[in-house]
Structure formats: structure tokens, C-alpha cells
């Protein structure tokens, strides 16, 4: 089952799932493919719904709303706050996704526990020396390497 099928299979019984790619990027190395990044909504409209149903968006929404429907019809300046929201949303993804970089793994577990994966890295250091040894990578690369290599 691929992975697509089994994220699926988790939503709600009664949901009518139409899955979206929102983006889709392929990185190389040496003109080789080596990851694919991709981001699915696997119900679109039920995603955005659940952003929109905020009382923080509902009360921005209101804002917006009253500072500038002279400016622009309501309901596409609906469209493009829905899209706003909903960028907002990605770029919270994104954070997330920023616990994963070298700097991110200092702080939080969860690049340690793909470092110590053994379909990955298979790494057998404890979380303080690897975190300790990450720490001093970092410090040299930017401190001095770059400098090396710029």
C-alpha cells in the first residue's frame, strides 16, 4: 500500500476524500534525483474548512473584511483570504519541518531519532554526545569551513 492509500485510510469513514498536491519537488543531486518533497491535502475542502472554523481566522476574516470589501468585491476578497489562511497554514508546515535542520535537531528529538533509525543513519550515540557533536559541526562549518570554501 503506498503511502498515499494508507494516510487514506485514516480519515473519517463518512469523509469523501479528493487529495490535492500542493507541492511536489524533486532535488538532485549531480543532476541524479535523490527526494522527492511533497505535500498532499487529502480532502482539500475539509482542510480548509477546519482553518476557517478558527476564532482567530473568523475574527481576521471580520477585520479584513471591514478594511477593505470598498476596495474589493467580498467574495473574492473571500478567495483570497481563504488562500492567505491557508498559506499561513503552509508556512507553519514549514517550521515544523525546520526541526529536522541541524540547528532544529539541537532543540528537539526528532532528528535524533532519524539519526538513530536503522533504515537510516543507524546511529548509536547517546542523544547528548550526538547532539554535542552536531553542535561543534555546525559551529565549524559556519565559523570556519565557509570561509574556506567562499
Known amino acids: 500500500m503506498n503511502i498515499l492509500a494508507k494516510l487514506k485510510s485514516l480519515l473519517p469513514k463518512n469523509t469523501k476524500s479528493s487529495s490535492h498536491l500542493i507541492f511536489e519537488e524533486i532535488y538532485t ?4 534525483p535523490v527526494l522527492i518533497s ?33 476596495k474589493l468585491d467580498e467574495q473574492k476578497l473571500y478567495k483570497v483570504f481563504e488562500f492567505f489562511i491557508f498559506a499561513l497554514y503552509m508556512e507553519s508546515l ?12 539541537l532543540s528537539n528529538e526528532r532528528g535524533y531519532y532519524l539519526y538513530r533509525d536503522p533504515e537510516l543513519f543507524n546511529g548509536d550515540l547517546d542523544e547528548e554526545t550526538f547532539k554535542k557533536f552536531l553542535e561543534k559541526m555546525w559551529n565549524y562549518f559556519y565559523n570556519e569551513f565557509y570561509k574556506k570554501i567562499s
Open 94 to 105: 514549514l517550521n515544523d519541518m525546520k526541526k529536522l535542520t541541524v540547528l532544529g535537531s
Open 29 to 32: 543531486i549531480k543532476g541524479e
Open 38 to 70: 511533497s505535500i498532499y491535502a487529502l480532502d482539500f475542502k475539509r482542510l480548509l474548512n477546519k482553518l476557517l472554523e478558527d476564532q482567530n481566522a473568523q475574527m481576521f476574516w471580520n477585520d479584513i473584511k471591514e478594511k477593505y470589501r470598498k
